[in-house]
């Protein structure tokens, strides 16, 4: 059986591809559990300080969850269904959400359910031209699972992410663009060179601090302003001996290019 992850990993970028191209990268079980797995292994592993996910094949990014085996699971009754389905879509859209290594997606095409959920909880998306999103969940009378009933809102806002929620209908990369769900939209021949160009221009900087930054954005982001800023102190606090922090002082005071560990230049 083919793996339902593909790795490729160069200069400190782990490319991750979702597998099932035959089933339009959709998010079965074992697919969901192997790239948490990865996840895990990715976050201790120092040579990689990037992940770009995207999907194989032509057609999708992931057409969400694997409704064939998720109809199983109901089957079974509303604790398997929470169990299996629920409980693992959400971990994995939260473990993407609160990962302390940049995760770009680099949407290819379809991302409806569960793919759009994925692109709605990574830190950073861009969209080929030939992206399309949907919250399709309502066609089969159910709500999201993974987290669209809430980081969508968050970004969209609450009456346009209803809409979508509601109807079902699919909306185009322009529009996810105007929701802030991706930052850029890309002619799709330019989406896998467009992903990796903004990964190097994070890993030009320290990785502890781009860590710090995620880990304040992520923890802050539904707090009051008050408790944010007590995240973001913290997470200067845990910065303020690092060498990462004397070296960029000393880099800025010198007039030159730091130098961080692992560090990579556009140049």
Not at 87 to 106: C, D, N, S, W, Y
Not at 191 to 214: E, F, G, V, Y
């Amino acid at each position: 059986m083919a793996d339902t992850i593909l790795i490729d990993c160069h200069d400190g970028i782990a490319t991750l591809t979702l597998n099932r191209p035959e089933k339009l990268n959709a998010l079965n079980y074992a697919l969901i559990d192997r790239l948490l797995a990865i996840l895990d292994a990715i976050e201790t592993d120092s040579s990689i300080r990037a992940i770009i996910l995207t999907g194989a094949g032509e057609r999708a990014f992931s057409a969400g969850g694997d409704i064939y085996e998720f109809s199983q699971s109901v089957a079974q009754g509303a604790d398997v269904a929470m169990r299996d389905f629920v409980a693992r879509g959400q971990r994995l859209t939260a473990r993407l959400e609160a990962f302390r290594k940049p995760v770009i997606a680099a949407v290819n095409g379809i991302a409806f359910g569960g793919g759009c959920e994925i692109t709605e909880a990574v830190p950073l998306a861009i969209a080929s031209e030939r992206a399309l999103f949907a919250k399709p969940e309502i066609n089969l009378a159910m709500p999201p699972t993974f987290g669209g009933t809430q980081r969508l809102p968050r970004l969209a806002g609450r009456k346009r992410a209803l809409e979508l929620l509601l109807t079902g209908d699919a909306f185009s990369p322009q529009r996810a663009l105007e929701f802030g769900l991706v930052s850029q939209v890309v002619p799709h021949d330019a989406l896998m060179p467009a992903a990796h160009h903004l990964a190097r221009r994070i890993l030009r900087h320290s990785s502890l601090a781009a860590a710090s930054i995620l880990t304040a954005v992520t923890r802050g982001i539904n707090q009051s302003i008050a408790e944010g800023l007590l995240i973001e102190g913290e997470q200067f606090a845990r910065m303020a001996p690092t060498a990462d922090l004397r070296e960029g002082l000393a880099a800025w005071i010198e007039r030159r290019k730091p130098n961080y560990p692992g560090s990579w230049s556009l140049d």
